[in-house]
C-alpha cells in the first residue's frame, strides 16, 4: 500500500467511525451517554481535520468541541432529567436520515480530498510559504503556527477567545449554579 492509500484508508476509518456515533447519538435515550458520545464525535472530528492537515482547526475542535461543550452540557445536564422522553417514530426517522445522507455525503467526498502531505495540496500552498518565509524576520518567534495565532491572526484568535468565554459565562449564568443547591434542599425539606 502506497502513502496516499493508507492515508484514504484512514479518512475512510474516520468518517465510518463519525458516522457510527452518530447513528449511536440518534439512538440513545441516556442524556449522559449522548453527552459523551458528542465529545467522542468531536475528538474523532479532530483526528480527521489532522488528516486533512488543518491541525489548528483540529487542535480547536478538540479544546472547544470535546473540552468545553462537554463540560457545559456535563453542567446542564445537572438540572436536567437523565433520560430523555421517547421521540415520536417520525421525528427519529428523520434524525436517522439526516445523519444518513450527511454521512453518504462525506464518504462521497473522501476521493476528492487531496492526500496527506502532497505538496501541491491547498494547505501546502498559496500563503503558507509566505508565512513560513516572512515569520523569522518580521515576528522572530521559531514556532511558525504560534506566530500566526499570535501575530498575523491575533485580533481574529483574541475574537474568538472572547466568544467562547462570553458562551461559557453565558451558559454559567443560565444554570445558576449558585441557586441549585439552594433549591435542592427546599425540595428535599
Known sequence: MSGA????FLDY????????????????RNLFAVVMLTGVYSLL??????SLD?????????????GISTVLMLGAMLLTAREAEAPGR??????????????????????DMPVYGAADSPANDYV?????????????????VTAVLASYRGYDTFGE???????????????????GGARRREDEE
Open 13 to 28: 476509518t474516520l468518517i465510518a467511525m463519525l458516522l457510527a456515533v452518530g447513528f449511536a447519538i440518534v439512538r440513545l
Open 161 to 179: 477567545v472572547v466568544v467562547i468565554f462570553t458562551a461559557a459565562l453565558g451558559v454559567i449564568l443560565l444554570l445558576g449554579f449558585n441557586t
Open 90 to 111: 417520525g421525528r427519529h426517522l428523520a434524525a436517522m436520515l439526516v445523519v444518513t445522507v450527511a454521512g453518504m455525503a462525506l464518504f462521497f467526498a473522501i476521493p
Open 54 to 66: 488543518a491541525v489548528d482547526v483540529a487542535f480547536t475542535e478538540a479544546a472547544v468541541g470535546a
Open 5 to 8: 492509500d493508507l492515508t484514504q
Open 128 to 144: 503558507g510559504h509566505s508565512y513560513l518565509e516572512r515569520t523569522p524576520n518580521e515576528i522572530e518567534i521559531p514556532n511558525v
Open 45 to 50: 472530528s479532530a483526528a480527521w481535520f489532522v
